[in-house]
Nanobody, 121 residues
């Protein structure tokens, strides 16, 4: 089982990034996927989640209107589009997968290694 997060980088405030989470080793199309982030000295926090068929999507208040989650089950990949980035969005972003419904807590079965997003002011 593997979740590979990628797409992070250094961007100026107001810029955009698209994160990808590529899955392998399990039946990805039946799993919900969530994105979380963790800044230095802070707890890991929920960002967005999508259920197995993309029909249910959840966002943290901080992500609403700026971030967009989507999935392509044919490619076993979930995307997180980050727009209008702010310095407060600087964190390591993690993707995670769970069987059943998408959740906004950390009760996920599998976790990726994270990708660093740094937003400069």
């Amino acid at each position: 089982v593997q979740l590979q997060a990628s797409g992070g980088g250094l961007v100026q405030a107001g810029g955009s990034l698209r994160l990808s989470c590529a899955a392998s080793g399990f039946t990805f199309s039946t799993y919900a996927v969530g994105w979380f982030r963790q800044a230095p000295g802070k707890e890991r926090e929920f960002v967005a989640a999508i259920n197995w068929n993309g029909m249910s999507i959840y966002y943290a208040d901080s992500a609403k209107g700026r971030f967009s989650i989507s999935r392509d089950n044919a490619k076993s990949t979930v995307y997180l589009q980050l727009n209008s980035l702010k310095p407060d969005d600087t964190a390591v972003y993690y993707c995670a997968a769970r069987s059943g419904t998408a959740q906004i807590n950390t009760s996920y079965d599998y976790w990726g290694q994270g990708t660093q997003v740094t937003v400069s002011s």
